[in-house]
């Protein structure tokens, strides 16, 4: 019987029983794989490397964290005053209450006066969402992470062009 080359063709005694390497599969099977394999470690080394590198400094040289902290000034915080509202309960339960008292982190003083004059549409955003809420969002530091970032999205809509910095919880009872 024959032997049969890799592009299938046949051969003869004169090839002396061993089967030839054509030009396709070489590029198929052994260069293609090397040059993916290649591509793929370089773009992971640079990944590594280049992002921990441009996270930690910025464009003068200086740690983003003291950049960060030289740029603003001391914060002002102004209290909110305290909510108190009955949550949604599931399936008709019981009805559950929360008392929530939040402090907002302003730029400066001069927010202060301008969230002042915006209250009642904070407060308004405020408990419109509270409302709505059901006791098991208040479990867990996910769930309480979630309730800070859309309280603080909805102060900064309601306070505009004022930019809040953070919501930051004073008492939390769910009851």
Sequence with gaps: ??????????????????????????????????????????????????????ASTTVDGAPAAQVELTET?????????????????????????????????????????????VMPRVVDGFQVYLRELRPSDFQGSSNMFLLREELLRRVNLAARPVRVNDVLFREVIVQ
């Design 1 to 54: 019987m024959s032997d049969i080359d890799v592009d299938g063709e046949t051969g003869g005694e004169e090839d002396g029983g061993r089967r030839k390497l054509s030009g396709k599969f070489l590029v198929l099977y052994i260069i293609l794989p090397v040059l993916v394999l290649a591509v793929i470690g370089y773009g992971a080394y640079s990944f590594v490397f280049s992002s921990s590198d441009s």
């Design 73 to 117: 000034g001391d914060p002002v915080f102004f209290d909110l005053p305290e909510f108190l509202v009955n949550l949604t309960s599931p399936d008709g339960g019981p009805t559950r209450y929360l008392k929530l008292r939040v402090s907002l982190q302003l730029p400066d003083e001069d927010a202060v006066s301008q969230i002042e004059t």
